[in-house]
């Protein structure tokens, strides 16, 4: 039962690199998110996807980009990271035709932006 | 403004005893879901609870149970005879009509001591 995974665990990067953190489930679900949470908060969505081919922005975007080619895949991308980015990063699928199910989460990626 | 209030962002009791983690939530919608979500030391994300907005019955499940109320718009989360293995923190969530975006608390961290 492997459920939603991300790659990788953990990560440092210096300012103004570029990554791509990976997500991909095999619960066949529709719905996938991706939040932040920094310490002693709760999470913040970042984006969401309702399908393949389909995303929008949550609370904080800015920073950030996502596609969803696959309903498998949904990874979330840093192009010029920076110090405020540094955060635990969760990614999330739910199943169904709406976002009211219970969501499933990966076990997170930890980022630090040095 | 915040959709979803955890005021207590820490509670430490001693093993057995009762404690009571507290969610206030706001929304205009008159269709929403409201969740619970139990963070370990391990970090990864537990769901515990899912309830929609027609079902005020409250709702017990071992140790664990469920009050919520409409008219004050809360939905308190109670743990009975409280043990080490209940320390976490745990997180309140709400999707509103669009069930598309979840809105999480900041979470309460629970200390249960032996």
């Known amino acids: 039962n492997a459920g939603v995974t991300q790659t990788p665990k953990f990560r440092i990067l210096k300012i103004g690199q570029s990554m791509t953190l990976q997500c991909t489930q095999d619960m066949n679900h529709n719905y996938m998110y991706w939040y932040r949470q920094d310490p002693g908060m709760g999470l913040k969505l970042i984006y969401y996807?309702?399908?393949?081919?389909?995303?929008d922005k949550g609370e904080v975007p800015n920073g950030y980009n996502v596609s969803r080619s696959t309903t498998e895949d949904f990874p979330l991308r840093l192009e010029l990271a920076a110090p405020s980015q540094t955060s635990v990063y969760f990614c999330?699928?739910?199943?169904?035709?709406?976002?009211?199910?219970?969501?499933?989460f990966g076990d997170g990626t930890r980022l630090s932006i040095l | 403004a915040q959709k979803v209030t955890q005021a207590q962002t820490e509670i430490s009791v001693v093993e057995k005893e009762d404690v009571t983690l507290d969610c206030v939530y706001e929304?205009?919608?008159?269709?929403?879901?409201l969740f619970w979500y139990k963070q370990p030391p391990s970090g990864e994300l537990v769901f515990l609870i899912r309830r929609n907005s027609f079902d005020e019955q409250n709702e017990i499940s071992g140790r664990y149970s469920w009050n919520f109320q409409k008219s004050t718009s809360s939905f308190n989360f109670t743990i009975t005879a409280s043990q080490v293995v209940d320390s976490a923190v745990y997180f309140c969530?709400?999707?509103?009509?669009?069930?598309?975006?979840?809105?999480f608390g900041s979470g309460t961290k629970l200390n249960v001591k032996p």
């Open positions: 929304t205009r919608d008159t269709t929403y879901y």
């Open positions: 996807s309702v399908g393949a081919g389909i995303t």
């Open positions: 969530a709400l999707s509103e009509a669009d069930f598309n975006k979840f809105y």
């Open positions: 999330a699928s739910s199943y169904g035709e709406s976002g009211n199910q219970p969501q499933h």
